[in-house]
């Protein structure tokens, strides 16, 4: 199940230019098996969850075909406890707006989520950031342009500020919102490279006088 469904994922994300391709999965599978070795869970359903976490993600769905996992787990004829495990679990992994407390109520839930959010930080993080806002027709930076404070899901999903906003609003504050012990560790060498690229990144921007 796990081979066809890692065969399945890789098609369907074959061509994300978004930050949110196969190696985006790929690697948050790794990170999550990884976490659970330390933190334990159910092993299957933390493997599965991580492949199928962004098939549906309001991202990466324009065309409002926001199906694909259920029937995809269907498919696999999964009994229908793993099937709404499955469902509640990828249902809580993603980030929902800087004000929006999302706590996940399962140990398999939250490890996925970290090895999610680890995924969005570091240099990997950075990469994918600038990627999705070129994708999404943002710019880098405007220095006219703050960035926001989302009071809720709509308002984070209205929102289409500069990229470089976004480290702002979300991803300089995941760090002290991942559940794990285990991802508190790996996060903080990749909180730092962002803190140093940003700092370098104002340092150019103004080198040649303040704007
Ligand atoms: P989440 O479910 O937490 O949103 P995803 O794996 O779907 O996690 O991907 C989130 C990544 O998409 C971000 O870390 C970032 O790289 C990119 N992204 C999302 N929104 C924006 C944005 N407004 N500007 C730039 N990048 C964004
Ligand atoms: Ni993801």
Avoid at 15 to 22: F, I, L, Q, T
Avoid at 73 to 80: I, Q, T
Avoid at 106 to 129: F, K, P, Y
Avoid at 141 to 168: L, S, V
């Amino acid at each position: 199940m796990i081979s066809e469904t890692e065969e399945y994922v890789r098609k369907v994300l074959e061509k994300d230019v978004s930050g949110h391709d196969w190696w985006h999965i790929f690697r948050v599978r790794n990170l999550a098996m990884k976490i659970s070795e330390t933190e334990g869970g159910d092993r299957f359903l933390i493997e599965m969850a991580a492949l199928l976490h962004d098939l549906d993600d309001w991202k990466l769905n324009g065309d409002g075909n926001f199906n694909k996992t259920e029937k995809w787990l269907e498919h696999l004829k999964l009994y229908p406890e793993n099937i709404s495990r499955l469902t509640e679990i990828i249902g809580q992994v993603s980030f929902k707006g800087a004000g929006v407390e999302t706590v996940p109520s399962t140990l398999e839930a939250q490890i996925v989520q970290d090895a999610d959010r680890l995924d969005a930080i570091g240099a990997i993080g950075i990469a994918r950031t600038f990627a999705y806002g070129g994708s999404k027709g943002r710019l880098i930076f405007d220095p006219d342009i703050k960035p926001e404070i989302h009071a809720d899901f709509e308002a984070y999903k209205k929102n289409t500020g500069p990229t470089i906003n976004h480290f702002y609003e979300k991803l300089l504050l995941l760090k002290d919102r991942l559940n794990t012990k285990t991802a508190v560790k790996l996060a903080q060498r990749r909180h730092s490279f962002m803190e140093k690229f940003l700092e370098e990144f104002f340092r150019e921007w103004n080198e040649n006088g303040e704007t």
